[in-house]
């Protein structure tokens, strides 16, 4: 048994953050003692105020913009970072200040993700930070606000879970787990964020999870965040008795969120603008973006508004007032966001995909289709066969185009409005009456802005004192490039086949896996190592080498440059290793090469953020 009193989930999102914790102490069986730290922040200059969420929004002030005592918090900060609050609200009207989307930033495979180039796109005069170092600030605030609210049990000697979107790669989870161990949290666990609303889920049914959920369902968690659409698909299975919940699936990696929702509403009201003889430039643009998210979040929040006004900096004096005010409407919102991102489609609808322009800006790599109903649709059929090996599961095979959940649970505070879970469910149960089958049910949750920090803590807390707990291990299976050994062909690369180095399900921290082979390893030059992904591929086995596939059935992941040291070996030799693999409790992906001929020497390849061996 732990010896931590508190079991802490942290969510580490991409436009909130919360805590909240268990007092493992106090907590027995399915009577769990919970609760959310109210979070000290600036809400204007000179005033602190406790609030259940943090935004997740870094304000870089100029040096002469706000007064010492303006920015003083409860504990010794840094007055050139201002999180939460008065960063979103001041960002709102300097916007080329406001760094914001850290944590999209954060998984971006190809840019530094340490290096400062945050806030994109602002002046060479002002300070920047890079993604990690947001990430930092954020996590850095919520240890103070605990610790301030705690001093005798600091955060850093604790239980915490930090969640994570499930289809993040090895290289974004080592990141996000290098900015905990930054603040000085030491036990420390990764969770997926569909899996942490679900133990939210089961946590707050008080133990009557067991008569909502039954042998063969299939549990669908969409969740739409800030920054993500994140799928899950969670099988209940049965174990001696006893039920259990098996992560069978997670969709991918798809950048598509309330950030576009607000980007849609910005460019509604700029088109209303426009007709009315405004030009806006790119920076009053992108104060109008965070103007209609605050407009979106009041009227989806009362029904009961038609309309609220939104104000723009203005960059002349000839505007009464300075700024530029106009109003969004309920009617424009609903149709906005319902028909642009809900569409009405059918089962086997696939995200729409447009030519690109050769040349493009550096940035997010967002979704080029903004309708989650089809991001949805094509899920389901790539998991159609998900269940195969799954007991209980099998007369829901036939005659099947999809995967047919059987309950859907919603998270993320974009489906805090009734209209767009109604929406979804609608859509799904269409889907499956067009196969006979039975409609889905939906799972109620808790306040879908804290569900992810709550099954955070829950979890800490079952996996420290007992309880039921989500199995699936790795939501992937991983593999490394080997180049073929074959004649050179002029023109044409050498062959490269994929080498399967973690199965789908692996346990994380369950110790190494070793493929069966024989392989060479060049030393003392620079080579490349290529890395690979499947959330389809479930009976590829630890050392199983694939010559050909499927071009959708790996995803090619961060390449990896580097110079391996020679050990006394010649620049270039070829040196016979074995393979071993490991995959940290936290989602890290370990590559070690041994020799064959014996030796103490090791390499190690590792999935982490700076793109270099370690």
Not at 176 to 184: F, L, N, V
Not at 220 to 247: F, K, M
Not at 314 to 331: F, H, M, P, Y
């Amino acid at each position: 048994m732990s010896k931590a009193r508190y079991s802490i989930g942290i969510d580490l999102g991409t436009t909130h953050c919360a805590l909240s914790y268990i007092d493992s102490w106090e907590s027995e069986g399915d009577s769990i003692v919970e609760a959310i730290l109210p979070i000290p922040q600036l809400t204007a200059p000179g005033s602190v105020m406790e609030r259940a969420l943090l935004p997740s929004f870094l304000y870089l002030p100029h040096p002469d913009e706000f007064r010492p005592a303006d920015l003083t918090l409860p504990w010794p900060s840094d007055p050139g970072r201002i999180a939460g609050e008065l960063a979103r609200a001041q960002g709102s009207t300097t916007p080329i200040r406001l760094v914001s989307s850290a944590k999209s930033w954060l998984c971006h495979p190809d840019l530094d993700r340490r290096a400062a180039f945050l806030p994109d796109g602002a002046p060479p005069e002002v300070t920047k930070v890079s993604p990690f170092a947001a990430s930092v600030q954020y996590l850095a605030h919520l240890r103070e606000a605990w610790n301030a609210a705690h001093p005798a049990e600091p955060l850093e000697t604790q239980e915490v879970t930090v969640t994570v979107p499930a289809s993040f790669d090895p290289a974004a989870r080592e990141l996000t787990a290098e900015a905990a161990r930054a603040i000085g949290i030491g036990n420390l666990v990764l969770l997926e964020e569909p899996q942490a609303a679900l133990y939210s889920w089961v946590n707050d049914s008080h133990g009557e999870w067991r008569t909502q959920a039954r042998v063969g369902d299939i549990i669908l968690v969409v969740d739409v965040g800030g920054g993500t659409t994140d799928l899950s698909l969670i099988a209940v299975t049965e174990e001696q008795g006893a039920l259990e919940l098996t992560r069978i699936a997670v969709g991918d990696h798809i950048l598509l969120g309330g950030d576009n929702m607000d980007l849609a509403l910005a460019h509604l009201v700029r088109t209303k603008l426009k007709a009315d003889g405004v030009e806006l430039d790119r920076w009053q643009f992108q104060a109008l973006t965070y103007g209609c998210r605050q407009a979106k979040e009041t009227l989806l929040g009362d029904a009961q508004l038609s309309a609220v006004p939104v104000v723009v900096p203005s960059r002349g004096a000839r505007l009464i007032g300075g700024s530029i005010r106009t109003e969004l409407t309920q009617e424009e919102v609903t149709t906005t966001l319902v028909a642009g991102f809900f569409p009405e489609v059918a089962a086997d609808a696939r995200p729409l995909v447009r030519a690109r322009g050769a040349l493009t800006q550096v940035g997010l790599p967002y979704a080029q289709d903004p309708a989650v109903t089809r991001h949805l649709a094509a899920f389901l059929a790539r998991q159609a066969d998900a269940t195969n090996d799954l007991d209980g599961f099998a007369e829901q095979l036939a005659g099947r185009s999809f995967l047919h959940p059987t309950a859907i649970l919603f998270n993320g505070g974009v489906f805090k409005p009734p209209v767009l879970r109604d929406r979804v469910m609608r859509i799904i149960n269409a889907w499956l009456a067009a196969e006979q089958a039975p409609p889905a049910r939906l799972l109620d949750a808790r306040d879908l802005d804290l569900a992810v920090a709550r099954g955070g803590a829950f979890y800490a807390h079952v996996r420290n004192h007992g309880g039921v707990r989500i199995r699936g291990g790795t939501s992937n299976a991983y593999y490394v490039g080997i180049e073929a050994a074959l004649p050179a062909v002029p023109g044409l690369e050498p062959e490269i086949h994929a080498l399967c180095l973690v199965p789908f399900g692996l346990e994380e921290g369950s110790g190494p896996v070793s493929p069966p082979q024989e392989f060479g390893l060049v030393v003392g030059e620079l080579v490349r190592f290529r890395f690979f992904s499947s959330n389809v591929r479930r009976d590829d086995q630890v050392g199983e080498l694939l010559t050909d596939w499927p071009a959708d059935a790996l995803l090619e992941l961060e390449e990896i440059q580097t110079e391996l040291p020679p050990e006394g070996r010649k620049r270039g030799e070829v040196v016979p290793v074995r393979l071993q693999a490991l995959v940290s409790e936290v989602g890290t992906l370990e590559l070690t090469a041994i020799p064959i001929a014996g030796g103490a020497e090791r390499w190690r390849v590792a999935f982490n953020t700076r793109g270099a061996a370690t």
